[in-house]
């Protein structure tokens, strides 16, 4: 056997400072298992997370007091300091490769990725988002980020083009890697009639599920707009789920009752528990995405990996998850009236729910299995 046959893969940091905000611990703690799996010793610099308790790979809680209500300058100091000391133990350790994170774009991300380069290893950086949803036009280190990283990975063809269109000729090596699914988080997920009585909701009604951060970009005004045309349909039900600005809160409130929805409409606000999570998207019938921007959409892959079709705004990313209708419902994004429309068939149609919900399932289990990201995220990792 030649030595390079024989050689060991090179081992893996990944440097993630997300943890569990917006559910982040459930991709990389599949993402560091697929290298597992690939044979890679693989390392996660992060946050405490409930993913951390029976991982196969090795986790070291770095990132300290980086959330919170300090003064940013404060944690941003703290936030350098942490990138310093993930970066330097993972040098210690013997990792050949880091894996990083992108959402900002901003000076810390830059920093983590030129000292990655100056302590000798190859860098991966996966962008999440292109330019920051709420800021779009706010990408401020992407060139430079671009041009200290070995490989930029892209979930989807969309955004692989919107980060060349980004780069705008600055050089950059940049390929696709999908982002894969959440079932291994959840091996017994309750059935709709439990998620349903353990949350307090009716057994009886055609409910819709809007979950996570309500930012104007992820259309749930759109959605609420749309249900005015039925909100004297005592069928249905729209539950609205996880944090939310008390201004936020405020207005769709105020909205609700303005157009008599308050009777349509049951808002949870607040954090969800992880351990509530499979209920809250087990529950609905149906989970609605009426984006007006997005990426990559880890809500449609958590739905669809809890046998959940998906009610979405009719963007790239969403079109390429939800298949021409095969796996859920799509319609003109910003467009109540198209939104309402849609809504409406669901009523008129309930049985419709049974085959795309077997649908997304079969796709989240087949499509977007982490063993199939795993390969593709090793091989270039071996090529670096």
Known sequence: MS?????????????????????????????????????????????????????????????????????????????????????????????????????????????????????????????????????????????????????????????????????????????????????????????????????????????????GNPRREKGLHVLLEALVAHRDDARLLLLVAGKMKPEEEAEYRAFASEHGLNDRIRFDIGHVDDADAPAYYRAPDIVALPYLRIYESAVALMAMSLERPVLASDLPPMRDVIGDDARGLLFAASDAQALSARIGELLANPAQLTDLATNAATYAARDRHWDVTGRMLSAQAESL
């Open 3 to 211: 030595s390079a046959a024989s050689s060991p893969k090179p081992a893996i940091a990944i440097i993630e400072t997300i943890g569990s905000h917006g559910g982040m611990h459930y991709y990389t703690d599949n993402q560091a298992h697929a290298l597992v799996n690939q044979g890679h010793a693989t390392t996660l610099y992060s946050l405490p997370a409930s993913t951390d308790a029976g991982a196969r790979y090795r986790k070291v809680d770095t990132f300290k007091a980086i959330y919170g209500s300090d003064p940013k300058a404060i944690r941003g100091v703290r936030l350098m300091r942490d990138l310093t000391t993930s970066l330097l133990a993972a040098k210690r350790s013997g990792a050949k490769v880091c894996i990083f994170h992108l959402f900002k774009m901003d000076i810390f991300e830059l920093y983590a990725v030129r000292l990655c380069r100056l302590l000798g290893m190859k860098s991966m950086a996966i962008v999440h988002d292109v330019a920051r949803l709420d800021q779009p036009n706010q990408r401020p280190q992407l060139a430079r980020i671009a041009a200290a990283c070995d490989l930029l990975i892209a979930h989807n063809g969309f955004s692989q083009t919107a980060l060349l269109a980004a780069l705008n000729g600055a050089p950059a090596n940049v390929t696709v890697v999908p982002s894969g699914n959440y079932i291994a988080q959840f091996p017994d997920p309750p059935s709709k009639a439990q998620a349903r009585e353990r949350l307090g909701l009716p057994q009886d009604k055609l409910i819709i599920l809007f979950f």
